[in-house]
């Protein structure tokens, strides 16, 4: 979700996105040191590839509760089995939301609503053209519920269909936008035209539903709104990445904090099975397991051999969630299987997982290197 580039606070302009990568920050030591314009935060970017992966290991888990029909009753393996797989993946989207506070509240602020004007543009320019591509995808195998017309008008007003995973940016952006307008005002600018787009989305939904009775026509509900929660975990997120070495580092902390993510995971599937499928991702259990993995993970040394790798994922990760769902539902039918056993159900959500993880991310990576970034995401 969704950075298509690194950010560093040396950069005129920075790469929006809704998992967003690390900027410049000092060297994990012991007493605070003076910001260091030439680092990267490679920890960042490790969790940013993982949430990546953890929205994949979701939509696959999905392919599998569609096929039992969220039931153990339709086949237990294939249940329970994409049961644990949503479980530990539902902390992905907080994930973004915490790494995108950070960006614009800690580690790359904008100075000016230029920058702000530039990060959200490398937001819509890649979602109309995946709109596009998704609706044109559904069109194609004649799966499209009304007419693809009909779909394109709805999506310019925060529809889902058939891109169901675009919806994390109908509110990633005005999430971004709003704590960029309060980061330059508390900075002394007077963002105008940020401020004025802020308050029109603000108002969207009322004024649209009674232009719609006015004139007796039909309106699509407008969808880009956040949630309170969403901002709870940009500014949650905002604090613990920007926590000093010292009060993160260590091997015994970091497997305290993993132990709290195992049981935290134990407690989504609990919840999942018992309350609500799929978990929310404003419940308790939810926000737990994503904080306690984000702080086993926060400020963890990445060996310099892996660093290129780990760094040219995360730049690709935004192509790869926008793409991912193209190669998971042409490989889900030829996968997933309510009679499958235990193993073959293991194995399939597996197989998926990491047969659309590789595509997704080498699909990126093409483009990426074809100069399509702009574009594609």
């Known amino acids: 979700m969704t950075d298509a580039e690194s950010v560093r606070p040396s950069a005129t302009a920075t790469a929006p996105s809704a998992v967003p990568a690390a900027p410049a920050v000092p060297s994990v030591v012991d007493t605070p040191a003076p910001r260091a314009r030439g680092e990267h935060r490679y920890d960042i970017d490790l969790v940013r590839v993982l949430a990546s992966v953890g929205v994949i290991v979701c939509h696959a888990s999905g392919e599998l509760m569609k096929a039992v029909d969220r039931t153990p009753s339709g ?8 049961l644990a797989g949503d479980a530990l993946s539902r902390c992905a989207v907080p994930l973004f939301f915490a790494m995108a506070g950070w960006v614009v509240l800690s580690g790359a602020p904008p100075r000016h609503a230029g920058q702000i004007r530039t990060r959200l543009t490398r937001i819509f320019v ?15 195998r004649d799966v499209n519920t009304d007419p693809t017309r009909q779909l394109a008008w709805d999506a310019l007003f925060g529809s889902v269909r058939p891109a169901f995973h675009l919806w ?6 005005p999430v971004i936008l709003l704590l960029s307008v309060a980061v330059l005002v508390r900075n002394g600018k007077r963002p ?8 029109g989305l603000a108002l969207a939904p009322t004024l649209l539903g009674d232009l719609g009775r006015l004139f007796d026509v039909r309106v699509p509900p407008f969808a880009w709104q956040f949630g309170v929660y969403q901002i709870a975990y940009a500014v949650a997120g905002a ?16 497997l305290l904090w993993l132990a709290g993510g195992l049981c935290a ?20 259990v939810v926000a737990l397991l994503a904080g306690t993995l984000l702080m086993a993970l926060n400020r963890i040394r990445v060996p310099e051999r892996f660093r290129p790798l780990l760094g040219r994922l995360a730049g690709a990760s935004f192509g790869a969630y926008l793409v991912h769902l193209l190669f998971l539902e042409a490989l889900a039918p030829r996968v997933v299987s309510a009679d499958a056993g235990w193993p073959a159900a293991v194995g399939g959500l597996a197989g998926l997982t990491v047969a659309t993880v590789v595509l997704s991310f080498a699909a990126a990576l ?7 970034g702009r574009w594609l995401g």
């Open 366 to 372: 093409l483009w990426t290197r074809l100069r399509l």
């Open 126 to 140: 890649p979602m109309a053209v995946w709109t596009a591509a998704y609706l044109l995808w559904d069109w194609a």
């Open 265 to 284: 995971w134990a407690a989504v599937a609990v919840y999942e099975h018992r309350v609500h499928f799929p978990g929310p991702y404003a419940s308790v």
């Open 168 to 173: 994390y940016l109908y509110a990633y952006v």
């Open 192 to 199: 105008w035209g940020a401020g004025a787009a802020l308050l």
């Open 75 to 82: 086949g237990e393996p294939v249940y329970w089995t994409a």
């Open 239 to 254: 604090v613990l990445l920007s926590l000093p070495g010292s009060a993160v580092a260590g091997r015994r902390r970091r």
